[in-house]
């Protein structure tokens, strides 16, 4: 790497004056690396693509930051608030009399196995108008009815309570459709209700609140490892559509040996975008603008091994989370690979922060999210930073296997000055393609 030759300038914190509620935060930006780089009189080394990046702790009050490189002088003043003692209790359950009855008017709302609002303790995804029945509420939520020994729980904020309603549904049969890419199951139903689709052998269907079921639990038992002849599972969806819900669960693909590629849909999502800048870099780039490189290269990558390419965005354009997975799944996509750089929070080293992290939710997406891993670390030399279960609104695709890649750290120096090379971008986009092929080889 040439040295290149910065005038001081900090891009993190953003503010010459600033409040920072932590015990320490970090200094990230760029500075000429032939000059002497000191903050408050200590020595800071310089990569020689001219980032720097220093953690530095905080006192309660004010704290002053003098930055020095050569000539250069900026001043900082980060004020730590007094910290406050906020004893939380958990609110009490309480529960009704009688059931209440309610309709989500969020499209998409999470029902969860627990009254948290975060991780992956969803259930599944319901859409508006879907009816609920209630029997409780904590901590913001609606303890919601799942047949006669199971509980779910949705936000407040999700559902209109409705004057009346009905607590069980008919099941009036189902249809079985055969079609060339899909196992297609539609359950003919009196309304809409709560369900979950659990992934396994067998791969389970439930349908809650279900009349003259056991436990009001109508259940069905699919035997996906015989149906797809011992493949794994490669995608799956359920929708009503009115009265009747609809399950579609992905045949398997057929693998060519020489391109085992040829014309699979795959989906590539450049993070953030327009509006959203993501995190900003060490010398300033902007984490959208490579997000978008390391896409293009993929793209071009994945075309020459026969793949069909879907671009969420082939330029700096804002895409909303949801219209994202719209996207891939109206092209029918069967992977989902969203590219991003990641950051920290102020209490963490970025010196002790580097390498490569991928994200999935589904567990059907876990052995995609290895072998890309597995490629990644052993081409590029990034640092293994583990495949990690995680709830993010994109890999929650489940028409296909979805995974989110942290390339690396924008604000860690040289995992900065790798990330923004033209020749790393290019290598990185063929490390995954080796990845999802290496996968669909041994799938």
């Not at 309660?60 to 007094?82: A, C, H, Q």
């Not at 896409?295 to 969420?312: F, H, Q, T």
Request: charged letters at 25%; aromatic letters at 10%.
């Amino acid at each position: 790497m040439s040295q290149c030759a910065y005038a001081l300038n900090v891009v993190y914190p953003r503010n010459a004056e600033v409040q920072i509620n932590s015990s320490s935060t970090f200094f990230a930006g760029s500075a000429d690396a032939k000059k002497k780089l000191t903050i408050n009189g200590k020595p800071v080394n310089v990569h020689s693509s001219g980032g720097f990046a220093l953690s530095v702790p905080l006192n309660v009050g004010e704290n002053t930051f003098i930055l020095k490189s050569g000539e250069d002088t900026l001043i900082y003043k980060i004020t730590r608030p007094e910290p406050k003692n906020l004893q939380s209790y958990p609110r009490p359950l309480i529960e009704y009399d009688g059931m209440k009855y309610g309709k989500v008017c969020r499209e998409n709302s999470p029902l969860r196995s627990t009254p948290i609002n975060s991780g992956i303790n969803r259930i599944s995804h319901l859409q508006k108008g879907i009816p609920v029945v209630i029997d409780a509420e904590k901590n913001g939520f609606y303890r919601v009815v799942l047949g006669t020994n199971k509980d779910g729980w949705i936000s407040v904020e999700d559902v209109d309570i409705t004057n009346s309603g009905t607590s069980l549904v008919q099941l009036k049969g189902y249809d079985y459709i055969d079609t060339d890419e899909f196992f297609v199951f539609v359950f003919h139903l009196s309304k809409p209700t709560t369900w979950e689709l659990v992934e396994g052998e067998p791969f389970l269907i439930k349908l809650y609140n279900i009349e003259d079921q056991p436990d009001n639990t109508y259940v069905m038992d699919f035997p996906l490892h015989q149906a797809a002849g011992g493949k794994k599972l490669m995608g799956y969806s359920a929708r009503f559509s009115g009265s009747d819900f609809i399950v579609k669960i992905r045949k398997p693909v057929l693998v060519k040996n020489k391109r085992p590629l040829q014309n699979l849909k795959i989906a590539i999502d450049a993070g953030h975008g327009g509006k959203e800048n993501g995190t900003i870099g060490c010398l300033g780039d902007l984490e959208k603008d490579i997000n978008l490189n390391f896409a293009k290269y993929l793209e071009s990558e994945l075309k020459s091994r026969g793949a069909e390419v879907i671009m969420i965005r082939d330029n700096d354009s804002f895409v909303d989370l949801a219209k994202r997975v719209e996207l891939a799944n109206d092209e029918n996509a069967v992977f989902f690979i969203s590219i991003h750089g990641n950051s920290i929070p102020d209490s963490l080293d970025p010196l002790k922060n580097s390498g490569t992290e991928i994200y999935y939710y589904y567990n059907q997406s876990k052995p995609l999210a290895d072998w890309i891993m597995n490629s990644m670390v052993l081409q590029l030399g990034m640092k293994n930073r583990c495949v990690r279960q995680q709830s993010f609104a994109v890999v929650r695709n489940t028409n296909a296997l979805s995974v989110l890649i942290e390339v690396g750290y924008l604000i860690n120096p040289e995992d900065n000055a790798r990330m923004i090379d033209k020749n790393f971008q290019k290598k990185t986009a063929k490390a995954i393609a080796d990845g999802i092929q290496n996968f669909m080889s041994k799938y």
